[in-house]
């Protein structure tokens, strides 16, 4: 009544029919958008696509401080970063700095994480190299035009996917998959550099091959380049565990104290600079980086030879996917921690986006490194242009420094990658899959085996075809529990886990699992085996709860059920479907041919069915 009320006054204080008056004119009303909507309607799909104009118009000066902050401390840990991870991809150093220019400019105009860091990465570099190394061998120019062309193909493979709105294909890449594949590539990353360490050319993309070779070459061993790399090994370690809490002990404040540690690389990158210089130990055999061209990333063009572009395009859409899966990963852990969405489709064009800009830059693939933004969120970023910020940062490098690391030694690079990537390395996974499910043990393990053995593209490709057959065969095999009543409720239980009351001429199955091609038969054999060597049984209830869809194998199926079941002097009934399935099953005439009923909850049939005597 009192809605009612409500209407009625509400009715009484409306304008009488007519043209409504102007905006604005007496007795008009204008009609406000809601709180944080916009009044122009046509920027909104602009802004969708360009969420620079989002966090764009909000930018104030305490965002301007806290971004470029953030771009500082990041571009001091890029700088080693990237030089090291063009080393692991087979290309020249430069090719690092260029790849996190333009890249991370593009991804802060077309992604959504305010904290996401774009550039190379291990694990996509390691990819790189084992994709081309089998093309072209590494310092010739076709090696560096394979680089571009993958950076190419994986920009629009994910510009595809993001338009097309693809990225829950990322989806078919389980957990224990990917952290089997991350492992792998970290021991196999962490061996590859070994070489650089020992100062020996080693070769390799499987473990054994890098193991024999590095074997092999134990003769060349350089004491000067060993020791360089040890000295930076063990330093880099202890920057990471020990330098923060000594810093903090001498009373730094935390901030200095932790911007210190994250500079840490680029101490290790300016002594052993120096002590190469100084002490003249190219002579004596150290490998150095060399002459790396001064200036800004030059325009340079991808392939288009149809052989090149098949020969990588395999590669390039795993690679392409790894990395999402990685990017978006990390961007959702950061925007989580400040109650801030990403848009996974969109993540798709910035990366997209970012890849063709490294294509076109002398570049290589890239995308959302981990290390690169934790600390770019723990620095205080507010919005992406702390990585455009980072970006002018290692441009001005790319212009001024790269005359300062001539001498900068390759063992020192390698150290830092090991350091990096032995953080990537979680052996653990093997015992947490192995106490938890042995089909994940099954998927973690092969995935860490073949990568280890048979490269980086096998281990990966098999690992999602396994996690794909073994999810097949457990929904191949659903879940079906007996349920009865528990005593004094309208609740129905698994009768081998509860107290619960059964009747012997009911049985009551509830299926777990949506019932689709893979999963039919079983339930037919399930049933049959259930209700034929009882004699008592003359009501079988399927009870639907759990099943949000049925296809039309398993509609199919469910008819012969009820046919199989008439023939035995059984009735099939339903109880508990949902919506959506039961508008799909009234499209058809499946009902019509029901022997039994189709109840809205299963005590409605356990009332309806008990009350009727058993038949003779």
Same mark, same amino acid.
């Given at each position: 009544?009192?809605?009612?009320?409500?209407?009625?006054? #509400?009715?009484?204080?409306?304008?009488?029919?007519?043209? *409504?008056?102007?905006? =604005?004119?007496?007795?008009?009303?204008?009609?406000?958008?809601?709180?944080?909507?916009? /009044?122009?309607?046509?920027?909104?799909?602009?802004?969708?696509?360009?969420?620079?104009?989002? $966090?764009?118009?909000?930018?104030?000066?305490?965002?301007?401080?806290?971004?470029?902050?953030?771009?500082?401390?990041?571009?001091?840990?890029?700088?080693?970063?990237?030089?090291?991870?063009?080393?692991?991809?087979?290309?020249?150093?430069?090719?690092?700095?260029?790849?996190?220019?333009?890249?991370?400019?593009?991804?802060?105009?077309?992604?959504?994480?305010? +904290?996401?860091?774009?550039?190379?990465?291990?694990?996509? &570099?390691?990819?790189?190299?084992?994709?081309?190394?089998?093309?072209?061998?590494?310092?010739?120019?076709?090696?560096?035009?394979?680089?571009?062309?993958?950076? =190419?193909? &994986?920009?629009?493979?994910?510009?595809?996917?993001?338009?097309?709105?693809?990225?829950? @294909?990322?989806?078919?890449?389980?957990?224990?998959?990917?952290?089997?594949?991350? #492992?792998?590539?970290?021991?196999?990353?962490?061996?590859?550099?070994?070489?650089?360490?020992?100062?020996?050319?080693?070769? =390799?993309?499987?473990?054994?091959?890098?193991?024999?070779?590095?074997?092999?070459?134990?003769?060349?061993?350089? *004491?000067?380049?060993?020791?360089?790399?040890?000295?930076?090994?063990?330093?880099?370690? $202890?920057?990471?565990?020990?330098?923060?809490?000594?810093?903090?002990?001498?009373?730094?404040? +935390?901030?200095?104290?932790?911007?210190?540690?994250?500079?840490?690389?680029?101490?290790?990158?300016?002594?052993?600079?120096?002590?190469?210089?100084?002490?003249? @130990?190219?002579?004596?055999?150290?490998?150095?980086?060399?002459?790396?061209?001064?200036?800004?990333?030059?325009?340079?063009?991808?392939?288009?030879?149809?052989?090149?572009?098949?020969?990588?395009?395999?590669?390039?859409?795993?690679?392409?996917?790894?990395?999402?899966?990685?990017?978006?990963?990390?961007?959702?852990?950061?925007?989580?921690?400040?109650?801030?969405?990403?848009? !996974?489709?969109?993540?798709?064009?910035?990366?997209?986006?970012?890849?063709?800009?490294?294509?076109?830059?002398?570049?290589?693939?890239?995308? =959302?490194?981990?290390?690169?933004?934790?600390?770019?969120? %723990?620095?205080?970023?507010?919005?992406?242009?702390?990585?455009?910020?980072?970006?002018?940062?290692?441009?001005?490098?790319?212009?001024?420094?790269?005359?300062?690391?001539?001498?900068?030694?390759?063992?020192?690079?390698?150290?830092?990658?090991?350091?990096?990537?032995?953080?990537?390395?979680? @052996?653990?996974?093997?015992?947490?899959?192995?106490?938890?499910?042995?089909? %994940?043990?099954?998927?973690?393990?092969?995935?860490?085996?073949? #990568?280890?053995?048979?490269?980086?593209?096998?281990?990966?490709?098999?690992?999602?075809?396994? &996690?794909? +057959?073994?999810?097949?065969?457990? &929904?191949?095999?659903?879940?079906?529990?007996?349920?009865?009543?528990?005593?004094?409720?309208?609740?129905?239980?698994?009768?081998?886990?509860?107290?619960?009351?059964?009747?012997?001429?009911?049985?009551?199955?509830?299926?777990?699992?949506?019932?689709?091609?893979?999963?039919?038969?079983?339930?037919?054999?399930?049933?049959?085996?259930?209700?034929? !060597?009882?004699?008592?049984?003359?009501?079988?209830?399927?009870?639907?709860?759990?099943?949000?869809?049925?296809?039309?194998?398993?509609?199919?199926?469910?008819?012969?059920?009820?046919?199989?079941? %008439?023939?035995?002097?059984?009735?099939?009934?339903?109880?508990?479907?949902?919506?959506?399935?039961?508008?799909?099953? /009234?499209?058809?005439?499946?009902?019509?041919?029901?022997?039994?009923?189709?109840? @809205?909850?299963?005590?409605?049939? $356990?009332?309806?069915?008990?009350?009727?005597?058993?038949?003779?």
């Amino acid at each position: 009544m009192k809605a009612l009320a409500r209407r009625r006054r #509400t009715t009484a204080r409306s304008p009488l029919p007519g043209p *409504p008056p102007p905006s =604005g004119a007496p007795g008009g009303r204008t009609r406000l958008p809601p709180e944080g909507s916009e /009044r122009t309607p046509p920027l909104k799909p602009l802004r969708a696509y360009f969420p620079i104009l989002t $966090w764009g118009r909000h930018y104030t000066r305490q965002t301007l401080s806290d971004d470029l902050l953030a771009a500082v401390i990041v571009t001091i840990m890029l700088i080693p970063q990237s030089l090291a991870y063009a080393l692991l991809a087979g290309l020249p150093a430069q090719a690092g700095l260029y790849a996190s220019i333009v890249p991370i400019l593009l991804y802060a105009v077309f992604g959504t994480s305010r +904290a996401l860091a774009v550039g190379p990465v291990a694990v996509v &570099s390691l990819m790189t190299a084992a994709a081309i190394g089998q093309i072209a061998q590494q310092g010739t120019m076709g090696y560096g035009v394979a680089a571009l062309t993958l950076a =190419g193909l &994986s920009g629009a493979i994910l510009l595809v996917m993001g338009v097309l709105k693809l990225g829950f @294909l990322a989806n078919f890449l389980s957990h224990p998959v990917i952290a089997g594949f991350i #492992t792998a590539s970290g021991i196999l990353i962490a061996t590859s550099q070994l070489g650089h360490i020992l100062g020996v050319g080693a070769g =390799g993309h499987t473990l054994p091959e890098m193991v024999v070779s590095l074997i092999g070459a134990l003769p060349q061993v350089n *004491p000067v380049t060993l020791a360089i790399g040890i000295v930076a090994t063990g330093f880099l370690f $202890w920057v990471r565990r020990g330098l923060k809490p000594l810093l903090r002990r001498a009373g730094l404040g +935390a901030r200095a104290a932790d911007i210190v540690t994250k500079a840490g690389p680029v101490l290790a990158v300016v002594v052993s600079t120096l002590a190469v210089r100084g002490l003249g @130990l190219e002579a004596q055999g150290v490998r150095i980086v060399g002459v790396v061209p001064q200036g800004l990333p030059p325009l340079t063009l991808p392939s288009v030879s149809p052989d090149l572009i098949g020969m990588l395009l395999v590669p390039a859409l795993l690679i392409s996917v790894i990395g999402f899966v990685e990017s978006v990963s990390v961007a959702q852990t950061l925007a989580a921690k400040r109650r801030q969405r990403i848009d !996974p489709d969109q993540e798709l064009i910035g990366l997209g986006a970012a890849n063709l800009g490294a294509a076109f830059t002398g570049g290589m693939p890239v995308t =959302g490194g981990f290390a690169r933004s934790v600390v770019n969120f %723990d620095a205080g970023a507010a919005t992406a242009a702390a990585g455009a910020f980072t970006a002018i940062g290692l441009a001005v490098a790319a212009v001024a420094l790269t005359p300062l690391i001539h001498d900068l030694p390759i063992a020192t690079l390698a150290a830092t990658i090991i350091v990096a990537v032995l953080s990537l390395v979680d @052996l653990s996974i093997l015992r947490r899959a192995w106490s938890y499910s042995r089909a %994940d043990f099954t998927a973690v393990a092969a995935t860490i085996l073949l #990568t280890l053995l048979l490269g980086v593209e096998a281990g990966v490709s098999t690992g999602v075809i396994l &996690s794909i +057959a073994l999810h097949l065969y457990k &929904s191949s095999r659903p879940h079906v529990a007996e349920v009865g009543l528990v005593p004094g409720t309208q609740h129905f239980r698994n009768i081998l886990r509860h107290d619960v009351q059964t009747d012997p001429a009911i049985v009551t199955l509830r299926i777990d699992e949506s019932l689709y091609f893979a999963n039919a038969r079983f339930l037919e054999d399930y049933i049959a085996d259930r209700v034929t !060597p009882d004699c008592d049984i003359r009501h079988v209830v399927l009870m639907c709860s759990a099943i949000s869809d049925i296809d039309l194998s398993a509609l199919e199926s469910l008819e012969a059920i009820a046919h199989r079941l %008439d023939t035995m002097g059984v009735t099939l009934h339903l109880s508990e479907v949902k919506g959506p399935v039961m508008d799909r099953l /009234r499209c058809c005439d499946f009902l019509d041919h029901l022997t039994g009923r189709v109840f @809205l909850s299963q005590y409605d049939a $356990w009332d309806a069915l008990q009350s009727r005597p058993p038949v003779a």
